[in-house]
């Protein structure tokens, strides 16, 4: 069930990421972040064995008792990783892929202007 969510966080995660890289970084960007993504691979398993008290660092093997504190930790990594994407994202709805290229080029806070121009309308 767990993997039901973290799967489906995905499904957003990544068209987003592709938006927000400029078009001359995009591919370049995106296969950047999937390979420093493929760090969490092996600093996850290694966390968790650490954290149950498994001595195989590969695949540990978590003892029923020890069950709630690695969802915690699992948990825990999802949890910062919206933080990130909450506090420091920025509102792509709405726009197109050459006015998010223009504004990153011109290096406005997308955040800001978003705001500034929903003010504007009000």
Not at 74 to 95: D, N, P, Q
Not at 116 to 121: D, F, P, S, Y
Request: one cysteine or more; proline letters at 6%.
């Amino acid at each position: 069930m767990a993997f039901f969510f973290a799967d489906g966080g995905f499904a957003i995660v990544g068209p987003y990421a592709a938006e927000v890289w400029p078009s001359h970084l995009r591919t370049s960007g995106m296969v950047s972040a999937y390979g420093f993504g493929g760090i969490g691979k092996i600093i996850g398993p290694l966390g968790l064995a650490l954290i149950v008290g498994s001595n195989n660092y590969l695949k540990p093997d978590v003892p029923l008792p020890q069950i709630p504190t690695a969802f915690i930790y699992l948990g825990c990594w999802f949890l910062m990783a919206g933080a990130v994407y909450y506090f420091l994202g920025i509102e792509t709805r709405g726009k197109s892929i050459e006015q998010i290229d223009k504004e990153l080029a011109d290096g406005l806070d997308l955040s800001t202007a978003t705001a500034a121009a929903t003010v504007r309308r009000a």
